[in-house]
C-alpha cells in the first residue's frame, strides 16, 4: 500500500490519480473528507488525517510499504514532516519514506526546514529516497494568466538569470516510477528533476510568443519594489511573502535554480518537456478567460 500526504494539493493529486489509474494499492489523506471525494482515483483508500495533530496520524500506516512524505510550503513544512516521519517510525512497519524536497539548494527558512526533514529521515532507519522537483513551471508561469491576457506581460525580479524549470506531469511521472518500483533500486538514491534547459525570462516570454501568436515581453523589476506588488496586488500577506515567493526568486537570481539533470530521463525513460513546449501545450489556459 502506497500512501500519499498531501493528496488533494498540486503535487499529491496527479500521483495519487495515476497510481490508482495503473490499479497500485493506493491510499490518499487530507484533511477532509470533501477535498479527498474530488480525486478521481478509481479504487484508492480515502482517510482524512491532519498532519499539524500527529495522534490522527498513526492509522493511516496501517499496512503500509511506501510514504509520499509531502506538506505544504509554509512555515508549518518543518513540523508536518516530522510528524509524518515519526508516524512510520513509531508504528513499526518500516515503510520506505519517498521525501518531496525542494530541488532547488535555499540557504534561507526553507532551506532550513528542509535540511531538518533530511536529518530526521536519515536517522529514522527507514529506507528512504529523495525527489527533488527543482522549481515547476505551473507554478511559475499559471499566475500571470492575467497579466498576459491584459497587459501581454510577465514580470519578475531574478534578471537574466537561468532556471532549470520542469513541467508538473513531468514530476508526476518521475514520482510514480520511484513509488511503484518493487525492489530497493531507489533506496538511498536522490533524484533532481529538472527540464532539459536552463532558460531566462526572456526565453520564457520568447517561448509565450510563440504559442500564443502574440508578443509578450519580459519585464524584470528591482526585487523590492517586485516584493511590494507582491503583498499589493498578488494577494500575499507579509507573512507568507518571503517563504511563498521571494525566498524562491532570490534562489533564481543566485543562479541556484540553474541545474539541468538527467534524473528523469533515467527513472522514466522519457525526455523531459522544454519550456516551448509546455507553452503550446497550455496556450488555451492563457488565451480562454
Ligand atoms: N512549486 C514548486 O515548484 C516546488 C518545487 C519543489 C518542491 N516543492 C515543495 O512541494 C511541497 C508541496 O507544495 P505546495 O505548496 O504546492 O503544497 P500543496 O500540495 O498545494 O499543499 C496542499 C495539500 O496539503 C494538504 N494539507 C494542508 N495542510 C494539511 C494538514 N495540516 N494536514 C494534512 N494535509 C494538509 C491539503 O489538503 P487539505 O487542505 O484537504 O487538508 C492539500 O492536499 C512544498 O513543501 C514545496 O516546498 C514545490
Keep these: 500500500m502506497i500512501l500519499v500526504m498531501a493528496s488533494t494539493g498540486m503535487f499529491g493529486r496527479p500521483v495519487v490519480e495515476g497510481l490508482a489509474k495503473r490499479g497500485l494499492p493506493v491510499r490518499a489523506t487530507g484533511r477532509s473528507e470533501k477535498g479527498l471525494a474530488t480525486l478521481d482515483a478509481p479504487g484508492a483508500e480515502l482517510i482524512p488525517a491532519d498532519m499539524d495533530d500527529p495522534s490522527s496520524l498513526?492509522?493511516?500506516?496501517?499496512?503500509?510499504?511506501?510514504?509520499?512524505?509531502?506538506?505544504?510550503?509554509?512555515?508549518?513544512?518543518?513540523?508536518?514532516?516530522?510528524?509524518?516521519?515519526?508516524?512510520?517510525?513509531?508504528?513499526?512497519?518500516?515503510?520506505?519514506?519517498?521525501?518531496?524536497?525542494?530541488?532547488?539548494?535555499?540557504?534561507?527558512?526553507?532551506?532550513?526546514?528542509g535540511l531538518a526533514t533530511e536529518k530526521l529521515m536519515r536517522s529514522s532507519g527507514l529506507p528512504w529516497t529523495v525527489v527533488g522537483p527543482q522549481t515547476v513551471m505551473e507554478t511559475n508561469f499559471k499566475p500571470f494568466r492575467e497579466l498576459i491576457q491584459s497587459e501581454s506581460m510577465l514580470m519578475s525580479c531574478v534578471g537574466a538569470a537561468k532556471v532549470g524549470f520542469v513541467a508538473l506531469d513531468n514530476v508526476t511521472d518521475a514520482f510514480i516510477a520511484v513509488l511503484e518500483s518493487n525492489n530497493d533500486a531507489h533506496v538511498g538514491c536522490e533524484y533532481v528533476i529538472t527540464g532539459p534547459e536552463a532558460v531566462t525570462f526572456d526565453d520564457v516570454a520568447t517561448a509565450a510568443t510563440e504559442a500564443l501568436d502574440r508578443r509578450i515581453i519580459y519585464q524584470d523589476m528591482p526585487r523590492d519594489e517586485f516584493r511590494k506588488l507582491m503583498v499589493t496586488e498578488a494577494g500575499f500577506s507579509e507573512s507568507d511573502v518571503d517563504i511563498e515567493v521571494m525566498c524562491h526568486l532570490d534562489a533564481f537570481r543566485a543562479g541556484k535554480a540553474a541545474r539541468t539533470t538527467d534524473d528523469f530521463t533515467r527513472l522514466t525513460g522519457k525526455k523531459s518537456k522544454s519550456v516551448r513546449e509546455w507553452w503550446i501545450d497550455n496556450a488555451n489556459y492563457f488565451l480562454s478567460t
Design 58 to 113: 498513526l492509522k493511516l500506516m496501517n499496512g503500509v510499504d511506501k510514504v509520499l512524505v509531502n506538506a505544504p510550503m509554509d512555515d508549518q513544512k518543518e513540523v508536518r514532516e516530522k510528524n509524518v516521519i515519526e508516524a512510520m517510525i513509531r508504528s513499526g512497519n518500516g515503510a520506505k519514506i519517498v521525501l518531496l524536497t525542494g530541488g532547488v539548494l535555499h540557504d534561507d527558512a526553507l532551506g532550513a526546514a
